[in-house]
């Protein structure tokens, strides 16, 4: 994909911008987390600065690859958890009404004091799911399937908080995993099955009010790269529900997963509630093989995926976050869609950004220009203190061919990297300041400025923290 950007000046975002809610895990310890909200209305600013908080948790977690979660047949690493896949508890809200007639919102997590508060949640949840499962295993056949559906909701809910759980240092209430084995052996004898992808879009959708679903596509295990498969089965989803989204009015997020196994793709929908973040039903069902024998449903860039989330540098102290006015995670863009690209640090600094293109066969790797000066200036942002804590607008950028999947890397820190800057060279052909092409020279790239150190002397500290954002593009 060619990215167009028609306005290249750096910018404050709209205050009242509100993201995707992606209420993910940090590792974390004894530390206070903040997240910050602006907005005329005190509601709107509270909701952004809970957003933020959990989106700095999401940092936290994402670059930690041995953490894993288990999920039926499969193992979902932290990387693929997105909305709603970890409960945030003792969040402690602080506004002000500033001169500037808008509420000043902060959202605090201390990591020390929460700790209890999930403790007690993770046992309540733990207790519960025995005390089901014994009623399930007591069941008629007859009666197992929504019981069964219940266990599942209640075991996302205890994976919800065993996700914060695991690395806040919770000690774990009870061993779950037969009873996650016994539900895997019952769902995979029990789930319906299709052999076509209208009719397994007839099974997920059973029931289901047309008008009130913002349906994302489902996305093989623990990628975020739309595939041929995973755009067909969003259009067929779209079709039968409507293509919807929370601000068209949407009540509920449909979002997915697949899973391949010997006897097809185990598809599974989670319904959430947007207002609440709950997840309040799971939708599931087996796809037979020659139904989707004409598609592909591998991601073609998995394992460079894998390798740019995994052991990114983070920070309690300094963060830097990268987003789209359309959220952070399950993203994929249409041709002629606008995207807006943002990036928040929460500390004054600076940062430069990378770029991954990988499409029809072709990968390239560059520096995006973030101004309009000369030299290895125009790489380079530079974020002020009355600005840190604000999401910057890095422009709006129209989807144009070739399409296939995008990474934007943010490299952050408080010391100007003008000496550090990657080697790279303008190619007249496609507009990009190169760094490498080809998938090898992409993974050799990752390594090599992942390798970059700053200068410093011993009574300096000069943190670098990173963030990625990865999306789809189609016709």
Known sequence: MKIIKPDTGLKPAVAGLLLLNILLAPKLYAELFTGVGIDADRATSVSIAQNDLAQQLFVQIESKSVYEV????????????????????????????????????????????????????????????????????????????LLGKQLLVKMSAYDKVRNAGAVLELNSPTNLAPIKRRLESWSAN????????????????????????????????????????????????????????????????LLGRYTETKSGLDIAYDVIDIKTDALIDKRLVRLQKSAYANYEIKPATIDFDRMLRQGYAVSNDFSVLVATNRGLRNLAFAQGEDVELLVKMNKAGYFY???????????????????????????????????????????????????????????????????????????????????????????????????????????????????????????
């Open 70 to 145: 288990e999920r039926g047949a499969s193992q979902f690493s932290a990387k693929s958890l997105t909305q709603s896949d970890v409960a945030l508890m003792g969040v402690n809200t602080h506004c002000d009404k500033r001169p500037d007639a808008n509420f000043h919102c902060k959202a605090l997590l201390d990591t020390e004091k929460a700790r209890p508060m999930y403790q007690r949640e993770l046992n309540r949840i733990a207790g519960d799911i025995e005390s089901h499962f014994t009623n399930f295993e007591a069941a008629a056949a007859a009666d197992q399937y």
């Open 190 to 253: 029990t789930l319906p099955t299709a052999n076509s992808i209208k009719l397994a879009v007839k099974v997920l959708a059973d029931g289901l009010e047309a008008g009130q679903f913002d349906v994302h596509a489902p996305y093989f295990e623990d990628s975020q790269e739309l595939t041929p498969f995973g755009r067909a089965f969003m259009d067929a989803m779209q079709a039968a529900l409507g293509k919807n989204t929370e601000a068209a009015g949407a009540k509920y997020r």
């Open 353 to 475: 950004a990378v770029g991954y293109s990988i499409n029809e066969g072709q990968a390239i790797e560059y520096l995006l220009p973030l101004n309009d000066t000369r030299g290895d200036r125009q790489f380079i942002q530079y974020v002020n203190f009355d600005d840190a804590n604000k999401w910057i607008s890095l422009g709006s950028y129209t989807i144009e061919p070739p399409f296939g999947t995008e990474s934007l890397r943010i490299i952050a820190s408080t010391e100007d990297p003008i000496n550090s800057l990657p080697a790279h060279r303008f190619d007249p052909s496609s507009g990009y300041f190169v760094m490498g092409s080809g998938l090898k020279q992409l993974t050799a790239g990752l390594e090599k400025t992942r390798g970059l150190k700053m200068k410093k002397t011993k009574a300096e500290t000069s943190p670098v923290v990173e963030s990625v954002l990865t999306f789809s593009t189609y016709q």
